[in-house]
T-cell receptor, first 110, second 118 residues
């Protein structure tokens, strides 16, 4: 099915470094959502964005809904080992019908 | 925030038997829930949309007679894998839409259910 273009596919960084990942699409979305998934568990919502241009923070995480409504980025500042996991972006066109990116696998070296 | 719970978290069943997975919205009503399947190291694949009080809508390629979905109440949807085979072994995840007029819809996921068919 349709998917968002999420990059990078994987990142291997040093503890304390900042992280940035983004998603782009040819389609316009009403909502952008960012999730983190640990192995063997369901995705956990990190940040939800509802309006074009919206910039939202959740602790060390910051995400923005692009002005064109076709893209979004997620930044993690001062990464720590527990940030390890797979991060997914998701766009919501209608009520709950999410389109997912392929995920960004984050590894953090202590 | 909204909480979605799945049960069981892990289940092992024999080939040819059926197994039921439950998805509950614990603190909100969900007229629509979604069922996903996830293969190792891959993103989530939408299987079907579960609508309270009506038939589920299945994605292309998903057998509706094999993956039975029942959304009997505003807080419960069930996925039954019928006549399970080893290739049905996978991680199944449900989600529910929670929305407010002010903020719009946000999707919350259950913890996921590991199915192993032996």
């Amino acid at each position: 099915g349709q998917q968002l273009n999420q990059s990078p596919q994987s990142m291997f960084i040093q503890e304390g470094e900042d992280v940035s990942m983004n998603c782009t699409s040819s389609s316009i979305f009403n909502t952008w959502l960012w999730y983190k998934q640990d192995p063997g568990e369901g995705p956990v919502l990190l940040i939800a964005l509802y309006k074009a241009g919206e910039l939202t923070s959740n602790g060390r995480l910051t995400a923005q809904f692009g002005i064109t409504r076709k893209d979004s980025f997620l930044n993690i500042s001062a990464s720590i080992p527990s940030d390890v996991g797979i991060y997914f972006c998701a766009g919501n066109m209608s009520q709950g019908n999410l389109i997912f990116g392929k995920g960004t696998k984050l590894s953090v070296k202590p | 925030g909204a909480v979605v719970s799945q049960h069981p978290s892990r289940v092992i069943c024999k080939s040819g038997t059926s197994v039921k997975i439950e998805c509950r919205s614990l603190d909100f009503q969900a007229t629509t829930m979604f069922w996903y399947r996830q293969f190792p190291k891959q993103s989530l694949m939408l299987m079907a949309t579960s609508n309270e009080g009506s038939k589920a809508t299945y994605e292309q390629g998903v057998e509706k007679d094999k993956f039975l979905i029942n959304h009997a109440s505003l807080t419960l949807s069930t996925l039954t894998v019928t006549s399970a085979h080893p290739e049905d072994s996978s991680f199944y995840i449900c989600s529910a839409s929670y929305g407010t007029e002010r903020r719009g819809n946000t999707i919350y996921f259950g913890e996921g259910s590991w199915l192993t068919v032996v």
